[in-house]
Each structure stands twice: as structure tokens, then as C-alpha cells.
């Protein structure tokens, strides 16, 4: 059974942790994840 783990950013450093309170920049890493998801559906 495949099983995914995605970090995305650590809230414990300072940079990422602003880029997370972006509701843009949490889309974006979202829409990625998705794509990608699909795109390896897709190949199975």
C-alpha cells in the first residue's frame, strides 16, 4: 500500500513558519500536492 509523508515547511524556523500564515503560499503548496497526487494516480 503506497503511503506518503509530506513536509511542507517547519514551523520552528522563523521563514517558513511566516510563509505558512500565507493563505497563497499554503494554495500553491496544496495545488503541487494535488497535481502531484494525481499525476502518480494517473501512472498507476
Not at 8 to 32: C, H, M, W, Y
Request: charged share 20%; net charge neutral.
Amino acid at each position: 500500500m503506497p503511503a506518503v509523508l509530506i513536509e511542507v515547511a517547519f514551523i520552528s524556523n522563523p521563514t517558513e513558519e511566516k510563509r505558512l500564515q500565507d493563505q497563497i503560499f499554503r494554495s500553491n503548496v496544496a495545488a503541487g500536492i494535488l497535481k502531484g497526487l494525481y499525476s502518480y494516480v494517473l501512472v498507476q
